[in-house]
């Protein structure tokens, strides 16, 4: 059995609700404020089953200019549209504005019922009135639509409507139930000995009693306890059913409309999205930009700044890429339709489709470049869309779940371009515990900033062997991602290009060197180390008395450190490397015929003064040569091997 989302359209008190309780037997105006004023204020909903055994569950708008955004969500799951036109008035303002919001959110396909048949004038009058209403659809998608005449009050012309809603949904193409389960929150509510209770229409993927859910922007997670469609308990929701879903142990106040309710992982929560905007031709003036507008998707409605990226203003009629920046969270996929609306007065402007939903934002000259780049996904093909995303992520890569969400495509085919890349090498998979991937232009992009950074220390630091990956990883121009940073260099050593020693890096050809003046300084060096053995001056005293600026010393300091000339065991106290050689065979020696040794016993054997044996003891400490047991040292277990 098929069923399909009718949804109405049309100007207050044209006589929609009563058409529907004319059709199914239902009142969707479920409000004690609603039947005391004879108006429909919040959305309404019914069903009916069609001749052919198909069901249609139907909602029901409210048409005065005030609930509009109500209209809004529930125009977001229609599959048709009944617009509904008073042959005793006919077209109004609200049947226009609803009309637009139709084909903004891309409606298909729908009818045309001119209800109140039995208040017309005369049969002449109707004929005008439709007429009328013709003219009015022409260059819409209800250009083509049939027009039924209609009196709920009577009775008159239920069957026809009746037959036409069945030819319809018998034309409508049924929705994918690939992808993950995603239903859009229109109402929240409590129910005696059940709990919290939402309801929706279902856009994608599928539920099942006991399946995790997440409610979106919250975070929020639960479980299914129980689904009803049309009132009736079933063990599995589909797209485009008309949803009450039973949340366990779930507080009404952490859901509202406007929320989402999807499975774990389906967005990427923000308060930007990327936009094709198109302003409607009716306008009055242009749209300026970062203008504040009211921004509708799904059932929610956020305050937000449009920021055009090529212009300054868009004019009635035209199409531009444009930012989002919503007051609060957005939760939106690639593909999802929205209404614009201006913020005062308030009245529908334009609207379009999201093309990502977790952009950076946008700023000066690299607007213009942004809205050039999005063409992409504008028109693109889902390769290269997927693509797209992973050169856009740049150096921080992109999950398989990440690309998935922020391309909207998923499952198999998503499976199926993912092969299609690799066979092609097309991505590259970094991270395999995490899953992942980077494109390769991205990848070759930072290999060639790491060998330019290394470059430039390199001639600025021409004597230091190499640089500390750490310091490297921070002079490049932008964050990376750290495993695909370790990546980046892993691939650049098997290349030949630059070598790994340790923690330090550097250009596979470069050799550190000394100028004259350089090597007039090393050798002043090397000899006062050398002949203090292990009673040596703190730096700062040597520096003095060497050719250059102490910015050469320090640097010739550093390289002969690099070299393993000089030994550095605390700051500004450095030893000749042959005379902590001569140190350490000592204590082994010592240690293995005596078991232990205090810090007396080292001043002696080492025949050093308390300002060197501390500092010396330490160091034998760090590099595992001994282990202090209280006050005393012993060898450490495998050192001298």
């Keep these: 059995m098929k069923q399909v989302i009718l949804g109405t359209a049309g100007h207050i008190d044209h006589g929609k609700t009563s058409l529907i309780r004319a059709l199914t037997d239902i009142d969707t105006d479920r ?33 005065h200019e005030r609930f509009v955004r109500h209209m809004v969500a529930g125009a977001s799951g229609m599959d048709m549209v009944a617009l509904v036109v008073a042959a005793d008035e006919g077209v109004m303002p609200q049947t226009r504005e609803h009309l637009e919001i139709c084909q903004l959110l891309r409606v298909k396909s729908g009818l045309v019922i001119l209800t109140k048949i039995d208040l017309a004038e005369s049969p002449e009058w109707i004929e005008i ?258 693509l797209w995303h992973l050169k856009d992520a740049s150096w921080s890569g992109l999950s398989e779940h990440e690309l998935q969400v922020r391309a909207n495509i998923m499952g198999k085919p998503f499976q199926r371009h993912l092969q299609q890349f690799a066979g092609r090498k097309e991505i590259v998979l970094y991270d395999k515990e995490n899953r992942r991937m980077v494109h390769p232009d991205v990848l070759r992009g930072l290999e060639d900033a790491v060998a330019e950074a290394l470059s430039d220390y390199h001639r600025r630091f021409p004597l230091k062997s190499g640089m500390p990956k750490e310091e490297l990883a921070a002079r490049l121009p932008r964050l990376v991602d750290g495993k695909l940073y370790n990546f980046a260099l892993r691939e650049l050593s098997r290349q030949g290009r630059v070598a790994l020693e340790k923690e330090w890096v ?68 450095f030893f000749h490397a042959s005379a902590m050689e001569g140190l350490k065979a000592k204590v082994i020696a010592h240690l293995r015929e005596h078991g232990e040794m205090s810090a007396p016993d080292f001043k002696d054997l080492a025949g050093v003064s308390r300002k060197y044996a501390i500092p010396l003891l330490e160091w034998l400490d760090g590099r595992k040569v001994t282990i202090r047991v209280g006050d005393l040292r012993r060898l450490r277990e495998g050192a001298g091997a």
């Design 31 to 63: 409000l004690k404020e609603e039947k005391q004023r004879g108006i429909t204020i919040e959305l309404g909903f019914a069903f009916m089953d069609l001749p052919d055994g198909n069901r249609l569950g139907i909602v029901d708008v409210p048409g």
């Design 129 to 386: 009135v439709e007429e009328d209403v013709r003219d009015f659809l022409r260059g819409t998608f209800l250009e083509d639509a049939p027009v039924l005449r209609v009196s709920a009050a009577t009775g008159e012309g239920l069957d026809a409507l009746r037959d036409a809603l069945a030819r319809l949904v018998g034309q409508v193409e049924p929705r994918s139930a690939e992808g993950l389960f995603r239903l859009p929150v229109d109402r929240v509510f409590t129910m005696k000995g059940f709990g919290t209770v939402v309801t929706g229409t279902s856009l994608s993927g599928r539920l099942h009693p006991g399946d995790p859910v997440t409610i979106y922007p919250s975070g929020y997670k639960t479980k299914v306890r129980g689904l009803q469609v049309h009132n009736q308990e079933v063990e599995e929701v589909l797209p485009g059913q008309r949803t009450a879903i039973n949340l366990q142990s779930t507080d009404r106040s952490t859901i509202q409309r406007g929320f989402v309710m999807a499975a774990p992982g389906s967005f990427e929560v923000g308060h930007m999205a990327d936009v094709y905007l198109e302003l409607l031709p009716v306008v009055a003036k242009p749209l300026k930009n970062r203008v504040k507008v009211r921004f509708h998707t799904g059932t929610s409605e956020s305050l937000a700044t449009l920021v055009l990226l090529d212009r300054e203003e868009l004019e009635p009629g035209e199409k531009a890429f444009a930012q989002i920046r919503s007051d609060q969270p957005l939760v939106v996929l690639r593909g999802d339709r929205f209404v614009v609306r201006s913020y005062s007065p308030v009245r529908t402007v334009g609207g379009g489709t999201v093309l990502h939903p977790a952009p950076r934002k946008h700023k000066g000259h690299h607007k213009a470049e942004a809205a050039r780049s999005l063409q992409a996904l504008l028109a693109g093909s889902d390769e290269e869309m997927l």
């Design 506 to 573: 550097r250009l596979a050809e470069h050799k550190a060197g000394l100028t004259d003046e350089e090597e007039a300084a090393r050798r002043r060096i090397e000899e006062t180390y050398a002949d203090a053995g292990l009673q040596p001056p703190y730096f700062r005293d040597v520096s003095s008395s060497l050719p250059g600026d102490p910015r050469l010393h320090r640097d010739v300091l550093d390289w002969m450190s690099s070299q393993g000339t000089l030994v550095k065991v605390k700051e500004d106290l």
